[in-house]
């Protein structure tokens, strides 16, 4: 009762920080919203309760969009889609929703449970954006979501990068390919700007997920149109694991696990794609300056100009494709062998900002020929948090400043990593329940309690073994042992 009590405690700080929530009975009406959704409409939870609703309904949506949004939930589906609100002081905002429907036993709906996230930034920046021919055109080039340009015969003129990883082709190869090949359009999607759920075959045969809008695009007397997808094989995954649990709690916790894994990261994320952005912002007041000044623009200015634009978005979708692999689900190859120093350095990338503003000095001496069993990115992943758990007991000290040693050694067919830190130490009396799930010495809101027994049940996957070494007021050592990688030299 205690642990579900926790949960429930970490679950709820969670959502009210990033997350708009609401619950409504049967027929609509509102019995619970958390604190995001009164901080982002303007109402007071007093003013929400007991209304439906048209109390934030903007007026934005004909009515057939509640029709069938109403359809598919009663039918106790899961509705997905965007909807534009109104707040209490008459501005609009936009929110990413998805509707829940729960049953009781004798399979009777009893309560509706709404996750909304807010997107108006985003929004708005694509209204901005399509009102532009060129900045269009460097959307389409640099989105990390797949874009698609059709002809008339629904063959492909064009696609992004992104387009072609989700369908497996060629970018330079990829005109005249029919796309109906990969998904079925229907008559409908071919004529309006609508957006659904696909089964979709990438040129491998691979059965893919995919969210796919269609909006058509009139260049001159050519109808044509241009198709976003996004691959969502793992949040489908996710959602059908969701519907099998059947208690809301399960479902909150794993929503609350991503939320804890993208927030940790989210700083460092931030400043490093901030840098390649900051470059092609200047790039392009340079090219605007010589417009205004009428001076010429000769073809090897632009040309190197934009080369150097080329690469610092080539800089930019790395970071990001860094970020999508890291986060991905997919099935580890237990058998293959993972370079150490590499894959540290990789997760080093990811939270390098955070750990220089905290003042944390991280200093590897891991040998570059040193190969362990494992997969690349959930070792990625342990490192991550254990060097986050390691800066987070450094800022417990009080000090500006503070060390993390990470360092390897051969025993044999073992590889030995200590990850030493000078930070507060974990008390005597707790460090035996350190790996269970749910434990936790952080304050209230300051952590789930999930990080080591996750990175224990990864490497546990992999032959390895995490441990606590030691811990006292000078600092904590955690030790892991992992299987020398298959013909690897140390």
Partial sequence: MEDKSKRLENLSQ????????AYTDPDGIIIDVNRRFCEVSGYSREELIGKTHQIIRSGYHHKEFFTSLWTTIKEGGIWKGEVCNRKKNGEIYWVDTTIIPFKD????IYRFMAIRHEITNLKNALKDLYQSETQLSAIFNSSVDGLVLLDENQKIEKVNSAAARILSICPMASKGLDFNSFVSLSNKAKHSNSYAEVKAYDSTGRELDLFLQYAPLKLGEREMAVVFIRNISEQKLLEEHMQKLGNELDVQTLFNQRLSALASMAGGIAHELNQPLSGIRVYADMITDHLESEQELTKEFMHQTMSKVVGLVDRAADIIQHMREFSAEKKEDFNENCDLHKTLERALSLIGQQLQSSGVQVNVEVDSSHEVCGDTHRLEQVFINL???ARDSIAETGR???????KSKVHGEVIEVLIED???GIPSEIQAKVFEPFFTSKEPGQGTGLGLPICHGILKDFGAKLSLMGSDQT???FKILFKRGKDGQA
Avoid at 14 to 21: D, G, K, M, P
Avoid at 105 to 108: L, N, Q, T, V
Avoid at 400 to 406: E, P, R, W
């Fill in 14 to 21: 969670a959502l009210n920080a990033s997350t708009i929530v």
């Fill in 400 to 406: 500006k400043y503070g060390n993390i040693s990470i």
């Fill in 475 to 477: 600092g904590t050592v």
């Fill in 387 to 389: 060097i986050i758990n």
């Fill in 422 to 424: 000078d930070g507060a």
């Fill in 105 to 108: 036993d004798s399979g009777k």
